[in-house]
């Protein structure tokens, strides 16, 4: 018993009888997809909270993400331990280079104009 062909392999018997005009613009069509989605990747990835916080409200602006947080630091015999977190801090997150950057802005986020560049 054969096992039926993946989806890929069904897709490209279909494309081989495209013409040329045609599998460029689906090749331009595909990149597009694939840097959309690596994009939505990024973003989301951005966005994933780290362990032992706790997300009070989050904003975004642009690319940044500015996140108010509640902070559990680990220290043993800490207040923090017992469940009562430190904060909440706003904390400011972008990524650069293919790499998350995270900042600490206070206890108050400032305005958006004061913002601008903080990453
Ligand atoms: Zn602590």
Redesign the pocket.
Known sequence: MRSPPSPLTVLKRELRSLSLPNKRALLRWLQSQITKEEEQNANREMISSQVGREVIQEQRIGKTVYRQER?????PG????AGEL?GPYWYSYCREGGKVRSQYIGKTLKTEGELQGSC
Not at 71 to 75: E, V
Not at 78 to 81: A, G, P, Q, S, V
Request: hydrophobic share 20%; with cysteine.
């Open positions: 902070i559990r630091c680990g220290k800490c207040k923090c331990m430190h």
